[in-house]
């Protein structure tokens, strides 16, 4: 079952992975035990919303899916294999960013999910405002991840120490204010561009845990 749901993905998606596969192979044969590891790992997180999903029955939208392993691919393989974060000084900004809103979409979808869907069950800021905080916790979790790689496996994530994670918190916050703003503008029946569009196609797939919307 797994090994279908895996080839029924889009072709970016089979892409990343091949390059994935083939990467720790190569690293294998030449003895560069850091590639192999960074490549196991990306391959393993891209993974974990399939796996999510299967054992939780969420359907996760294309776009969502092809969001997480864009990231995951960027963000391990890319920047720490490749050394993007030195390469282009924007790699980090624009990664901390898309994610925060993404995590701030995530955090509102878990939040109205909790309600089944009830838009009256509290009032919108607040759902808005939770979402916010859960986007910013696993920010600040992810800090903690780039410092626990760099302590224990030898890594550079964290660049410049303090100044590095100080800056990724605060592009961090921005983005989970965008994320929660796209959650409030969805509950007044407002449009935020593609952000509430997002919200709308996760809801319909996942009518079942929506059961009170309105």
């Known amino acids: 079952m797994l090994h279908r749901r895996i080839l029924?993905?889009?072709?970016?998606?089979?892409?990343?992975?091949?390059?994935?596969v083939v990467a720790f192979v190569v690293a294998l044969i030449e003895g560069r035990w850091s590639l192999a590891f960074v490549s196991?790992?990306?391959?393993?997180?891209?993974?974990?919303?399939?796996l999510a999903s299967r054992r939780f029955g969420i359907r996760?939208?294309?776009?969502?899916?092809v969001w997480i392993v864009l990231f995951v691919f960027g963000t391990i393989f890319l920047g720490e294999a490749f050394d993007f974060y030195h390469r282009y000084w924007w790699w980090d900004v624009i990664l901390h960013a898309g994610s925060a809103v993404g995590?701030?979409?995530?955090?509102?979808?878990?939040?109205f999910m909790l309600f089944e869907g009830d838009r009256y069950a509290a009032p919108a800021w607040a759902v808005a405002f939770i979402?916010?905080?859960?986007?910013?916790?696993?920010?600040?979790?992810?800090?903690?991840?780039?410092?626990?790689?760099?302590q224990i496996f030898g890594l550079n994530m964290q660049k410049t120490g303090l100044?590095?994670?100080?800056?990724?918190l605060i592009v961090d916050t921005a983005g989970a204010s965008i994320g929660a703003i796209a959650g409030l503008a969805y509950l007044?029946?407002?449009e935020l561009g593609g952000l509430t569009a997002a919200i709308r196609e996760f809801v319909a797939a996942n009518r079942r845990f929506f059961r009170k919307r309105r």
């Open 8 to 20: 029924r993905q889009p072709l970016v998606v089979q892409i990343i992975w091949a390059v994935l």
């Open 40 to 50: 196991a790992a990306t391959f393993g997180l891209s993974l974990l919303p399939v």
């Open 60 to 65: 996760l939208p294309v776009r969502f899916f």
């Open 103 to 111: 995590f701030g979409l995530a955090g509102f979808l878990f939040v």
């Open 131 to 150: 979402s916010f905080c859960f986007a910013l916790s696993i920010g600040t979790m992810w800090e903690i991840f780039e410092f626990a790689m760099d």
């Open 163 to 168: 100044i590095d994670t100080m800056w990724d």
């Open 188 to 190: 007044k029946g407002q």
